[in-house]
């Protein structure tokens, strides 16, 4: 099943099941100023979930793009190292503003999961809030044997994997997460467990049921009408439907990997630089298409930072001409139809990935001006600043 037929399933079923289906709303929050990128599904539905907006459905389905790059997401470098790190990501996702709950959601959620995709059920695993008997008891319901529902309570340092909050004040909820078991031969051990950090069991959908209304006391009010927000990573689920452990093993992934491998000659189609490439090529061309510009703050900062580590990884690959903004083509030919926009916007964004390459190479070739200079010093040691300079100003990697 490639990943654009389980966007196109996840999307397919719940507007069967009454959902409107919205389309992706743009990287940069028109609704958020705090926000730096829309990194979740129900961003675009925030004022919704206040209660400040109204739609004209109560159901909603969508597949947003998302970008996690910056601020407290900012984990730039293990991109390309590690088998679930991204810039970019398709979240898919479905909402009920004050319609159906928990039970509804469950059901939908293992109907989806286990009779359109046909993940066995033998390999799903499940977490509720510690306190959550009315989730607890849907998963029982559905068969699930109780082994593999588990309680998850709150942390010696506060807060809970299970349970969500908007922030300190506001809408917040328990949540109840699907995980899939990717089998023995993979480290690691399930939800809940001293273990629950390595890579066999992995969550690929969170439900969040958001009953209450946090008031500054930390006092939990009932909302008079409790709502969902789900979140399913596409990436992670089409690992699991591809039958493999690395979201960059999978089409999507495989394709634009080809591309970076055409475009900077490397032959090793495993090597970690093409992965961090085919990832970046995914968050520059939107952000662009979105309407961020590289700059030296904010946004396109971050913008900036993401495009001059693509083409440092092409510099590692032996390639010193220009060849990131030759990867515009072959991310419209994998996403093109599922995002129109994209498609629409391919000749800016390679524009504007090419103007930035060739600036990054004039910086560079001046950053090796002071290299020079500093190495000219006796024990030919580069102190602190001059090291923060390279990396900063310069584009130099650490």
């Not at 079923?13 to 609704?31: A, D, E, I, R, Y």
Request: net charge negative; proline share 5%.
């Amino acid at each position: 099943m490639t990943s654009a037929d389980i966007r196109q399933k996840f999307i397919d079923f719940f507007v069967g099941k009454g959902h409107t289906p919205v389309p992706s709303s743009p990287l940069v929050p028109g609704n958020d100023p705090t926000l730096l990128f829309t990194n979740a599904g129900m961003v675009q539905f925030k004022d919704v979930f206040l209660g400040q907006d109204k739609r004209a459905y109560q159901r909603a389905v969508s597949s947003q793009r998302c970008v996690r790059a910056g601020g407290k997401h900012n984990d730039l470098e293990n991109v390309g190292y590690t088998a679930r790190h991204h810039t970019f990501f398709e979240m898919l996702g479905n909402f009920s503003f004050g319609d159906y709950f928990k039970r509804d959601a469950i059901k939908y959620a293992w109907e989806l999961v286990t009779g359109i995709y046909g993940i066995s059920a033998e390999k799903l695993w499940v977490t509720v809030y510690q306190t959550d008997d009315e989730a607890y008891d849907v998963w029982k319901e559905i068969g699930l044997p109780q082994e593999r529902i588990v309680r998850i309570g709150d942390k010696p340092s506060g807060g809970s994997d299970n349970f969500w909050q908007m922030a300190d004040t506001g809408p917040c909820g328990p949540c109840t997460e699907i995980f899939y078991d990717h089998g023995p031969a993979i480290k690691g051990g399930p939800p809940g467990s001293q273990d629950a950090d390595g890579d066999r069991y992995i969550e690929i959908w969170n439900l969040v049921f958001m009953q209450f209304n946090r008031d500054e006391q930390g006092t939990l009010h009932p909302l008079p009408k409790p709502s969902v927000d789900t979140g399913m990573g596409l990436e992670r689920l089409a690992a699991v439907l591809q039958g493999v452990n690395s979201n960059y093993e999978i089409d999507l992934f495989q394709a634009l990997i080809k591309g970076a491998a055409r475009e900077t000659g490397a032959k090793d189609l495993a090597n970690n630089s093409l992965k961090v490439i085919a990832d970046h090529i995914r968050a520059c061309s939107f952000l662009v298409v979105d309407g961020v510009i590289p700059s030296n703050e904010g946004r396109g900062y971050v913008l900036r930072r993401i495009i001059r580590r693509a083409i440092r990884h092409g510099y590692k690959l032996g390639q010193k001409k220009p060849f990131f903004h030759q990867l515009v083509k072959d991310l419209v030919k994998v996403m093109g139809e599922a995002y129109p926009e994209l498609a629409a916007g391919q000749e800016r964004a390679e524009g504007v990935l090419l103007q930035e390459e060739l600036r990054f190479a004039e910086t560079l070739e001046n950053g090796m001006g002071v290299l020079e200079v500093a190495l000219q010093s006796e024990d030919r040691m580069l102190d602190g600043e001059t090291v923060f300079k390279l990396y900063d100003t310069f584009g130099f990697p650490l």
